[in-house]
DNA sequence: AACACTTTGTTTAATTCTTGACAAACAAGA
DNA sequence: TCTTGTTTGTCAAGAATTAAACAAAGTGTT
């Protein structure tokens, strides 16, 4: 009940509320304002009450909100006072890189584990893992129970993999493949991460600034 | 006149319609309906009809849509029709994986220079370019007139080199930063890219997911 | 302690977004 | 050519989201 009830459109907004205020906490704020947050946040003061009222009443009328304890509220209301263990399939590019600056620990999970397919980068260190191969990808399952994995495998593969992982007992995909995964399973969480349309996006804002297009009269 | 009528809701939406309709096309799909292609994506056929019919009538009643013609309008209204030139700040691990994973020339880009401050990686080869040091970037600028930039810099720096940047003549951001650029020029378009905050949703989806959580009885 | 000021939680109103429904238009086969 | 079935474009109802407004509660200062 006390989740079923928060919006959608509210829970799109907690991550970046949590990122400010622990922003403002690393900065030494102790208090703050809903007009003030706003401000920083580029919203309205309004929404932010609403919002924050949605689990609990956690500001103070004349003081503001406290900033430690509303960000460690969200934190557990977003799943990140636990530590999901979590593995990477696919050691390229953009595996190495989120391996190498996600702050997994604070986003609730923890990496242990990345695989490849390509005996080439097997045994290559990354961090403090190093790469195994795929092939003990099942064994290394029974062994320490992942229940997240990210994706950074072909689009072909993305599918069949999935499947396998979640044979596997895992329960959330973090999904970077050019597909859009949709698991039957209802009891399976998917993030499908698509820079691609992040990227398309940019060029949409890019063509309708003043100047920049030569059809602008209107 | 054209573009301001379009809803934010639907452009959000556009550059998923265009991926998906590239993929049929590849798939030798020929012509679709709203209800074929909202079962494929997820959506209801009346919100695809509706968010087609912005921009113009591209349907036919008893036949569907043609994919290779919506696709091009689509990728029309987005602004895919033009190539602009586009640069790389940070040759990091995401820096690398952005310069390899993406396909800029189907996004409406060109990636044409890379720059970074550490002497170390100036040099190195990344697909067809190598990584100039930050020093040379006026000189490129004025040369090769970029008019975006990809951002994969420390935190602290976003803001600094975004204005610098401005001042060469940049007017789109893609930013990776830990940090929400805010440009208050409004001729310039930013793409915040938060990887954290899409981690941070999936643990929220994984902590709703059942027999995770003791207190989900209600 | 009293007063002026700030700020929340909540109610109500406005706006935006999504869905359902259906007539008009076209396709395709007899 | 006519008829049946399909599918769009559009309108209107229904949800959901956002913003505005304000009383009640607390702060801080004199």
Known sequence: MSKNSISNSVIRRLPRYHRFLGDLEANGYVRISSRELAEKMGLTASQIRQDFNCFGE?????????VKELRGEIGKILGLDVSTPMI???AGNLGRALA???DFRNRGFELIGIFDANPAVVGDTIGELSV?????LEAFCTQHRPEAAILCIPKGEAEK????????????FW??????LRISHKDV???NVHLG????TLSYALSGISGKDKEDKE
């Open 58 to 66: 956690f500001g103070q009328q004349g003081y503001g909100y406290n």
């Open 161 to 172: 993999e999935a499947d396998r992982l979640i044979s596997y007992g895992v329960r959330a």
């Open 132 to 136: 195994r191969s795929v092939d003990e």
């Open 197 to 200: 349309d992040s990227l398309t």
């Open 100 to 102: 190498a600056h996600i």
């Open 189 to 191: 969480a998917v993030e």
């Open 88 to 90: 990477l399939l696919g």
């Open 175 to 180: 999904n970077f493949t050019h597909y859009d």
